[in-house]
């Protein structure tokens, strides 16, 4: 089977809008926010490679950014074309994040990977969806690409909701044995990696680091405790996150990363 249809069954009953709605996993979503805003100005043109259904893309076009969207998933582009209102300026096309020949080079102030790298399982892969998205970017232009980090789902999904036997994982080779580094097929839908496997990926491009971040940091594995919060301390709780998910000391233990560097 290919590594495509593992995604489409996947997404097709995925609802990718409320992972990012609900309070825990709306932390991940204000984080990634607030760093698009940070390099965003207006007139800026957006590409997202890997758009889901378009929470992001349709966030930006309706505070008035010019939005082009690739998402490889039918169904996803259904629900991107739904949620779309007549007011934004955006297209969605699909695509895939290994070939974007259908864009020009230079063209994007903005350019979010914020999916395709998470079912990407070779470095060869993984470097050519950086590599695109590099190249339709103007130079000076900022790129956000998001990763899923090892280290953070091992402790939500298997010592803290045991949705996963650690044990288990372990003597199947999906964990090493010495430094519990995860090993990830394309029938695991996620391919699991660390910030170390992200350096490597990235001594291969001339581009600036201006911030990596762990976008959600803890807040998978506190998510009862952050949905029970009210609004006062969940406000007081983002502070903190904010505040902290570039520490060096806290960057691993975070189930989804997000590097943010400049063509």
């Known amino acids: 089977m290919e590594t495509s249809q593992y995604l489409t069954q996947f997404y097709n009953h995925y609802d990718e809008d409320s992972r990012l709605a609900v309070r825990h996993g709306s932390v991940e979503f204000l984080t990634t926010m607030r760093y698009i805003a940070k390099y965003s100005k207006p007139g800026d043109r957006v590409l997202e490679i890997g758009a889901g259904t378009g929470r992001y893309s349709h966030a930006l076009a309706r505070q008035g950014y010019a939005v082009d969207a690739v998402e490889l998933i039918e169904h996803n582009i259904d629900v991107f074309r739904k949620n779309t209102l007549p007011t934004e300026t ?60 090892s280290d953070g789902c091992l402790l939500d999904e298997g010592f803290n909701r045991h949705n996963i036997d650690v044990a288990d994982y372990l003597e199947r080779g999906l964990l090493d044995a010495e430094t519990f580094a995860a090993k990830s097929q394309p029938k695991d839908l996620f391919e699991l990696i660390r910030k170390e496997d992200i350096d490597r990926l990235m001594t291969a491009f001339p581009t600036t680091r201006l911030h990596y971040v762990a976008s959600d940091g803890c807040a998978l594995l506190l998510r009862d405790a952050i949905d029970a919060m009210d609004d006062d301390v969940f406000a007081l709780y983002l502070k903190y996150h904010f505040a902290t998910c570039e520490r060096e000391d806290l960057l691993g233990v975070t189930s989804h990363a997000l590097d943010i560097f400049q063509k």
């Open 90 to 149: 955006i297209t969605i096309t699909q695509g895939n994040a290994l070939n974007l020949s259908a864009f020009p080079d230079d063209r994007y102030d903005i350019t979010l990977l914020l999916g395709p790298l998470y079912h990407l399982y070779t470095e060869e892969d993984k470097r050519q969806a950086i590599r695109e998205a590099i190249r339709v970017t103007r130079p000076g232009g900022i790129i956000f690409a998001a990763y899923v980090i």
